[in-house]
């Protein structure tokens, strides 16, 4: 009996190193629910006014290596913040959408370019609400795409850090955070 337990044993420890990553030992899954967990509880997080600037948010961007003032736009900084709490230190150039959007494409600073079909919670999407961009905006997934909808967990969206659903038709880009 005691040998079959320390075979049992043997093999799940086995398996539980096969699905670890770098990130703490935690596997590529673990870190992106964590991270979209803390996000959804920033939900309703305002920013001053229209400033850009909350001391959360000033010491998100702090968190990136920015100065604070001034205040940039700051659903990168959200979104490293997130992928931060959760053990995996992305790049600070999330803080400019358009610039992230290159980085996932070819496949650097711990971001790879996925299909819409394969989005899971934690996953980034990237949206155009400006022109003469590429991207302009993004968030985090809270679940797998239904019904041509997704739902998302997104900072500087109306000022303030929101729950939303939107169509997976206004995403120009989806893309995993591999630690």
Known sequence: MR???MVVLVVLAASL???TSSAGG???GTVRAKATSW????????????????SKINAWERAMGFKVPPCKVWCGA?????????????SPRLIDPDKSYGDAVAGVRKLKRISISQIQRGDLVFYL???NLRASH???ARGKPSGGKLNTVEGNTSNAVRLERRG???????VRVVP
Not at 39 to 54: I, Y
Not at 78 to 90: P, S, T
Not at 168 to 174: F, G, N, P, S
């Open 138 to 140: 993004l968030g985090i």
């Open 17 to 19: 190193g096969s699905v």
């Open 168 to 174: 997976t038709k206004y995403i120009v880009l989806a």
């Open 129 to 131: 609400f400006r022109k």
């Open 26 to 28: 935690a596997s590529a």
């Open 39 to 54: 996000a959804e509880k920033q939900a309703g997080h305002r920013e001053n006014g229209t400033s850009n600037c909350s």
């Open 3 to 5: 040998t079959r337990l």
């Open 78 to 90: 959200f979104v490293h913040q997130a992928f931060l709490r959760a053990g995996v230190k992305l």
